[in-house]
């Protein structure tokens, strides 16, 4: 009995300190954080991409980093219940989070608040589902002139492409410290590793892109780019 009273005081005061470090819309994120992971793929979609891996296979490799950092609960304007920000360039995303003393997530604290201490390679498991993530609907075919037109057109463009769901949503769609929405909905704009092409990069796929996990960003555009599914979230360091 005195053992339980106990553990129970030590979860509660390491709560409390986690709420201390960061602030309440955000959660911490502590762990050892692989370079690299290793898996066995089972099943494929296409050549190259893959949808499922065998679990006992699961393996960190390389280098580990400690990561301690605080993340957004839900994807800008991180609330829950309400339209994720898309057209989002990874400028405007760096001025939004500045503005709340935030900043851009790096692609390893992403990386590190996906996988879990399990380095589980979708925060759900291990096969790529479009039912616990908002990632398995229909692509729907754009006008780009409409969609960078502006006003009017760009709006009606933009609702006919809309395919995103309120933050927080899929209740299977979250970490193991209770973020949601990593995977799907909408793309996310990061700080790129260093070998990376361009210095920021896009992670987590959107609600039509099935099969991006926890790893492997979207790295082929320029952080001017913006488009109907890129979106953010923000990271901070702890007090």
Same mark, same amino acid.
């Given at each position: 009995?005195?053992?339980?009273?106990?553990?129970?005081?030590?979860?509660?005061?390491?709560?409390?300190?986690?709420?201390?470090?960061?602030? @309440?819309?955000?959660?911490?994120?502590? !762990?050892?954080?692989?370079?690299g992971v290793q898996r066995n793929c089972t099943e494929r979609m296409g050549p190259k991409r893959c949808v499922a891996y065998d679990a006992p296979s699961n393996r960190a490799v390389g280098p580990m980093k400690a990561l301690r950092f605080c993340m957004d609960v839900y994807e800008a304007p991180n609330r829950a219940g309400e339209r994720p920000i898309v057209m989002a360039s990874a400028a405007s995303?760096?001025?939004?989070?500045?503005? @709340? $003393?935030? !900043?851009?997530?790096?692609?390893?604290?992403?990386?590190?608040?996906?996988?879990?201490?399990?380095?589980?390679?979708?925060?759900?498991?291990?096969?790529?589902?479009?039912? @616990?993530?908002?990632?398995?609907?229909?692509? !729907?075919?754009? $006008?780009?002139?409409?969609?960078?037109?502006?006003? $009017?057109?760009?709006?009606?463009?933009?609702? @006919?492409?809309?395919?995103?769901?309120?933050?927080?949503? !899929?209740?299977?769609?979250?970490?193991?410290?209770?973020?949601? $929405?990593?995977?799907?909905?909408v793309e996310e704009w990061v700080v790129s590793r260093p070998h990376r092409k361009f210095r920021r990069t896009l992670i987590?796929?959107?609600?039509?892109?099935?099969?991006?996990?926890c790893r492997g960003a979207n790295d082929a555009h320029e952080p001017t780019f913006r488009f109907y599914e890129t979106g953010f979230r923000c990271c901070r360091d702890p007090k």
């Open positions: 009995m005195r053992a339980r009273i106990i553990l129970l005081a030590v979860a509660m005061c390491q709560s409390a300190w986690a709420e201390e470090a960061c602030p @309440k819309d955000m959660k911490l994120v502590e !762990r050892q954080h692989p370079e995303a760096e001025a939004w989070c500045t503005v @709340k $003393d935030k !900043r851009l997530c790096h692609e390893t604290e992403w990386e590190g608040a996906c996988e879990g201490k399990a380095l589980k390679p979708w925060t759900y498991g291990y096969a790529a589902d479009g039912s @616990k993530c908002n990632s398995g609907k229909t692509w !729907r075919k754009f $006008d780009v002139n409409k969609l960078y037109k502006g006003g $009017d057109d760009g709006s009606v463009e933009l609702e @006919k492409l809309w395919q995103g769901e309120p933050s927080g949503s !899929r209740k299977e769609c979250v970490t193991e410290e209770g973020i949601y $929405d990593l995977l799907g909905n987590g796929g959107f609600w039509a892109k099935p099969w991006p996990g």
